[in-house]
């Protein structure tokens, strides 16, 4: 499966923002996806993430600003973004795989495709 990620940009702290992940295949709902983002310097970090079944889960600091849901009609994952901080700003990047178990969820190896990753820049 190919991954595209897309809606990131400049917001001022507070905005909004919804990110995308369009897969390209019928298979997209047998996978479980994952958002990771990567700031200058520092480790990639796990957002959020949605199983095969839509079961979600996210990181601490994000958990009641962000939603990830997914569209099977339309081979989509998305990420929204709400209520926005400048410790959000990072290349945010979308991951799938097919087998993942849910322990490995949060990991990165766990995922055997990624997109490129979308800039988000958040403004103080």
């Known amino acids: 499966v190919q991954l595209q990620a897309s809606g990131g940009g400049l917001v001022q702290a507070g905005g909004s923002l919804r990110l995308s992940c369009a897969a390209s295949g019928r298979a997209y709902r047998s996978y479980a996806v994952g958002w990771f983002r990567q700031a200058p310097g520092k480790e990639r970090e796990f957002v959020a993430a949605?199983?095969?079944?839509?079961?979600?889960y996210y990181i601490d600091s994000v958990k009641g600003r962000f939603t990830i849901s997914r569209d099977n009609a339309k081979n989509t994952v998305y990420l929204q973004m709400n209520s926005l901080k400048p410790e959000d700003t990072a290349v945010y990047y979308c991951?799938?795989?097919?087998?993942?178990?849910?322990?490995?969820?949060?990991?990165?190896?766990?995922?055997?495709?990624w997109g490129q990753g979308t800039l988000v820049t958040v403004s103080s």
């Open positions: 991951a799938a795989d097919r087998s993942i178990i849910t322990s490995q969820l949060t990991r990165p190896y766990g995922y055997d495709y």
């Open positions: 949605i199983s095969r079944l839509g079961a979600t």
